[in-house]
């Protein structure tokens, strides 16, 4: 399965909803990172959807974090393949590789880190609270 006729694969129902999310606008970022497109879609929450690509655009594997579980494919990696398949060739081009998050981490002075962690945790206090719980822990 492709870009190009995904759309004879998936489920009717699928991807009419896909398509619906896909030209009404819930694909709220879609970038290329570790070697998969990632995208985030908007629907009763928001759900992440990963794609990775061949380069001549198979589709070699797909998921999504929403709990559908009645088929391969669900209605947000529908609208993601709908968003894949019309961006410009100029834009698909994936460009140079953006180290993975763990590596650019691990780069980092102690100190830096720290900094950085107490930076989002004044700002959110779920990270706050998630932090204290888990350095509470032996």
Request: charged share 30%; glycine share 6%; aromatic share 8%.
């Amino acid at each position: 399965m492709d870009l190009t006729n995904f759309d004879s694969h998936l489920d009717p129902t699928i991807l009419a909803r896909g398509k619906d999310y896909f030209t009404c606008g819930h694909i709220s970022s879609l970038e290329y990172e570790d070697d998969c497109w990632v995208a985030e879609v908007e629907g009763s929450e928001t759900y992440t959807v990963e794609v990775e690509l061949s380069d001549n655009g198979e589709i070699i594997g797909s998921c999504c974090d929403c709990p559908y579980d009645w088929g391969e494919y669900c209605k947000h990696q529908a609208a993601v393949f709908y968003a894949l398949r019309e961006m410009k060739p100029s834009r698909m081009r994936k460009g140079p590789h953006k180290p993975k998050l763990s590596e650019q981490l691990e780069k980092l002075d102690k100190k830096v880190l720290i900094k950085i962690l107490l930076e989002y945790a004044e700002n959110d206090r779920s990270i706050k609270s998630d932090l204290r719980l888990r350095l509470s822990q032996p």
